[in-house]
Each structure stands twice: as C-alpha cells, then as structure tokens.
C-alpha cells in the first residue's frame, strides 16, 4: 500500500486558498446560525405551540429556512464554486 495518494490529498488540503476556505464555511456557519436563532427565540417557531396555524404557517419559519439554506448551499451551490476556484487557482 502506497500512501502517496494519501500525501497528495493533505498537500491539497493545505494548500486552499482563503476563499475556498470562505466557501466552505458559508454553508455551516448558516445552517449554524439558524439552530441558534431557533434556540434563542423559539417563540418563532409555532409548531412548537400550533395553535390553529395552516400547515404552511408551520413549515416555513425563518429560522427553519435559514437552517435548510445552509444545508442546501452546502450541498448543491459549494462543491461547484470550489471547483471553480480551485481551477481558477490552477491556471
């Protein structure tokens, strides 16, 4: 077993760019922002007292929605923008 592949990929690693770093850590730090903006005001989030609310009154809370964006960026938006900066970066 070899372990330069291994060694190529702590290279990589280290060598990220700060606005790899940034991208990166949007998704996070939103999705983290919207659990603590969920603890620190719960009273937003009326499916936790639902009294006589519509089923979309109870899904779509701010915080709920800045924790699925969070998420989502993570997922779908990041990988792409890091390709590009890293091919950016290459040329």
């Given at each position: 077993m070899r372990a330069e592949p291994a060694a190529q990929l702590e290279a990589t690693r280290a060598r990220?760019?700060?606005g790899t770093k940034v991208v990166v850590?949007?998704?996070p730090t939103t999705a983290l922002a919207g659990v603590v903006w969920a603890l620190a005001q719960p009273y937003r989030l009326t499916f936790l007292?639902?009294?006589g609310e519509s089923f979309w009154w109870l899904v779509v809370e701010p915080p709920l929605l800045v924790t699925l964006v969070g998420?989502?960026?993570s997922a779908?938006?990041?990988p792409g923008l890091i390709e590009d900066l890293v091919e950016a970066e290459e040329s």
């Open positions: 990220r760019s700060a850590a949007i998704g007292h639902p009294h998420v989502l960026f779908f938006v990041a």
